[in-house]
């Protein structure tokens, strides 16, 4: 096994703490403005809104070295995964400009609307 989804699955399993009432799921960022692979689990308390998103991997552009880590994450887990690219980011509709649950207290707004 590579030393990549070794260092993955270990922090897999220091992560994934099988908690009651919680959901996880994987998601894998394929980074073009880093140029890298990125590997997130992602926890969240069921009738919550907060979601935890633990780190566990980010591995250079390498397809080859990619597709083992990835084959090796899914003999290890059937959790399911969900693929990001950042060249198809999506918008949320519209601009937040006043967010108090990601540590924002006042307004994001920084330009004056154009009248």
């Not at 926890?43 to 935890?52: P, S």
Request: aromatic residues 12%.
């Amino acid at each position: 096994m590579l030393k990549e989804s070794k260092t993955l699955l270990a922090n897999f399993d220091q992560y994934f703490l099988r908690r009651y009432q919680w959901r996880y799921h994987l998601m894998i960022v394929d980074n073009h403005l880093f140029d890298c692979y990125t590997f997130f689990l992602q926890a969240q308390r069921a009738n919550e809104k907060l979601l935890h998103s633990y780190d566990l991997l980010e591995i250079p552009r390498d397809e080859a070295l990619y597709q083992q880590v990835l084959a090796d994450l899914q003999v290890h887990t059937k959790l399911s995964i969900e693929f990001r690219n950042t060249h198809h980011l999506v918008h949320p509709g519209t601009n937040i400009v006043h967010d108090l649950e990601h540590g924002h207290g006042r307004s994001t707004k920084y330009h004056r609307e154009q009248s």
